[in-house]
């Protein structure tokens, strides 16, 4: 259940000391072939990081042989410098990876990078330089867990996930535990496939998963600096599926590690999917179920076991979906406690004692629908949050 499931790939996850008591902080994937095509999808804060800035100037060129992360720092808002720390580890790990295995010749433009962690605070490179070289050794074909806890901030547990083709697979490995919001949510995430693809197919399935995965969930409102998603292909497998084959996959695993990050949320106790259908365009969907997400009066009245479907309502007003107010209906765990936007069924019937939460609201205005992924807000929500930044 890892990045290096699929054929090609090896990965490594080391301690270089970035974070205190010692747990693992440097992760490296590394992409051995045949093929090297590869995508991203990044944060839309206009204020990114320099790992951002780099790794979106490296995925322009189609190639990437390796993808090294850190934990334990963000190198966001670090200005020139924290860019040249960028561009110096890219170096670095490009030199020594080519030191050791030279036939793949690297330089610093076939290398990404990403960090996670404080933001404002320059890495302290005597340290991760050196933590480079050992991740480089400490490369394998089992090394894909280690890379997944190596990345971990606030996260509880490594997140990973394999979805297979007919002879083709996708691996991802993805953190996160805070600040998740849509575009994409705050999170760093490296996917693989030893597919034959290229980045133009890469490209167009990963932007399709993403926009109805990560991008519907919604745990804080908090959009990061750091945000980024890579898949890599490697084209080992000798397979090149169809586009529809491919997306399918990616979507797949894509969602996996979604759930897998929204489970994971700091101070959760439920998690809770926003089923929004009857609307009139696929927009106004997402609107009406981001705005239900975001509502902190919904969020802690679940909390409570609360199924207050008048804060449900309150919120969908709060949109430009097309809608007409008494004709709304809301079911909270298949209890429908609204009907033409006014009270029905009990709600006292609602059952609200596990962990998993579905809310469907209709519009009646049309056809289309979506669904948003969010969680409670609970009073660990600011313990945990305050030692995250990005």
Same mark, same amino acid.
């Given at each position: 259940m890892?990045? #290096?499931?699929?054929?090609?790939?090896?990965?490594s996850g080391v301690a270089a000391g970035l974070k205190s008591g010692g747990a693992s902080d440097v992760a490296l994937v590394v992409n051995d072939g045949p093929d090297a095509t590869v995508a991203g999808?990044?944060?839309?804060?206009?204020?990114?990081?320099?790992?951002?800035?780099?790794?979106?100037?490296?995925?322009?060129? /189609?190639?990437v042989r390796a993808v090294v992360l850190n934990s334990g720092g963000a190198n966001a808002c670090t200005g020139p410098a924290g860019f040249q720390d960028t561009h110096a580890t890219a170096e670095h790990t490009a030199a020594a990876l080519t030191s050791a295995s030279p036939r793949l010749r690297l330089g610093a433009g076939d290398v990404a990078v990403c960090s996670t962690g404080l933001i404002g605070e320059r890495l302290?490179?005597?340290?991760?330089?050196?933590?480079?070289? @050992?991740?480089?050794?400490?490369?394998?074909r089992e090394g894909g867990a280690d890379a997944a806890e190596a990345i971990m901030t606030t996260d509880t547990?490594?997140?990973?996930?394999? #979805?297979? /083709?007919? =002879?083709?697979?996708?691996?991802?490995?993805?953190?996160?535990?805070?600040?998740?919001?849509?575009?994409?949510?705050?999170?760093?995430?490296?996917?693989?496939? +030893?597919?034959?693809a290229g980045p133009d197919a890469l490209d167009a399935a990963l932007r399709a998963a993403c926009r109805v995965t990560f991008d519907r969930i919604d745990s804080d409102g908090c959009m990061s600096t750091n945000d980024t998603v890579l898949l890599l292909a490697s084209g080992a497998s000798g397979i090149e599926p169809?586009?529809?084959?491919?997306? @399918?996959?990616?979507?797949?695993?894509c969602h996996d590690l979604a759930q897998q990050l929204l489970a994971d949320a700091e101070g959760a106790t439920k998690q809770i999917a926003i089923e929004v259908v009857g609307a009139a365009g696929e927009d106004d969907a997402v609107e009406v179920g981001r705005a239900v997400a975001r509502n902190n009066l919904?969020?802690?009245?679940?909390?409570?076991? +609360?199924?207050?479907?008048?804060r449900i309502l309150a919120a969908v007003g709060t949109t430009a979906a097309a809608f007409e107010p008494d004709g709304i209906d809301v079911a909270v765990n298949?209890?429908?406690?609204?009907? =033409?936007?006014?009270?029905?069924? +009990?709600?006292?019937?609602? +059952?609200?004692?596990?962990?998993?939460?579905?809310?469907r609201i209709d519009l009646h205005s049309g056809s289309d629908r979506a669904t948003v992924w969010t969680n409670d807000l609970s009073h660990a929500y600011v313990h945990e949050n305050s030692a995250y930044s990005s």
């Open positions: 890892t990045v #290096t499931v699929p054929r090609g790939f090896r990965a999808v990044f944060t839309a804060n206009r204020v990114k990081a320099a790992p951002v800035l780099w790794t979106q100037q490296v995925v322009r060129g /189609g190639v302290p490179m005597p340290k991760l330089l050196p933590g480079v070289r @050992a991740a480089i050794r400490g490369l394998s547990r490594p997140k990973t996930t394999v #979805t297979r /083709g007919t =002879g083709w697979t996708v691996g991802g490995m993805a953190k996160g535990a805070g600040m998740l919001a849509p575009a994409m949510a705050t999170m760093l995430c490296v996917l693989t496939t +030893d597919a034959v169809t586009e529809a084959e491919l997306t @399918a996959a990616v979507t797949a695993a919904v969020k802690t009245a679940l909390f409570g076991n +609360d199924p207050n479907w008048g298949g209890v429908w406690v609204c009907r =033409g936007g006014a009270a029905a069924e +009990d709600r006292a019937k609602v +059952d609200l004692t596990g962990r998993d939460v579905t809310i």
